[in-house]
């Protein structure tokens, strides 16, 4: 059973924007902290935006600026706004769910301390 589900991604030139979304069904949702993290072929899973239960928010250096990561808790969505997109930013992005200390620590790039993870849904950004 699935329990977190992406949408929104899509082929997009570059400067363009998309906004990903993430289906959560759990009950925990409120009290996790949510993160988006990408995967380019041949490369590690890295962190891109995280948020907490109370809102506080990391963002890696390279999308500052440029990705808006959200929630709202009245219907267990995530949101992740991409501004901006380059092609370097082309991969499958994967919604997240840890412990909701993980961003307060600033310690949510860890792919290991999510413990629940969506499928995935593919940016594809041209020049």
């Known amino acids: 059973h699935v329990q977190l589900v992406e949408s929104g991604g899509g082929s997009v030139q570059a400067g363009q924007s998309l906004r990903l979304t993430c289906q959560d069904s759990r009950r925990t949702f409120s009290r996790a902290s949510m993160a988006w993290f990408r995967q380019a072929p041949g490369k590690e899973r890295e962190g891109v935006a995280a948020i907490d239960a109370d809102g506080k928010t990391g963002y890696t250096d390279a999308v500052k600026g440029r990705f808006t990561i959200s929630r709202d808790s009245s219907n267990n969505t995530l949101y992740l706004q991409m501004n901006g997109l380059k092609p370097e930013d082309t991969a499958t992005y994967y919604c997240?769910?840890?412990?909701?200390?993980?961003?307060?620590?600033?310690?949510?790039?860890?792919?290991?301390?999510?413990?629940?993870w969506g499928q995935g849904t593919q940016v594809t950004v041209s020049s």
């Open positions: 997240a769910a840890g412990p909701d200390y993980l961003v307060r620590f600033s310690a949510w790039q860890r792919v290991g301390d999510f413990g629940n």
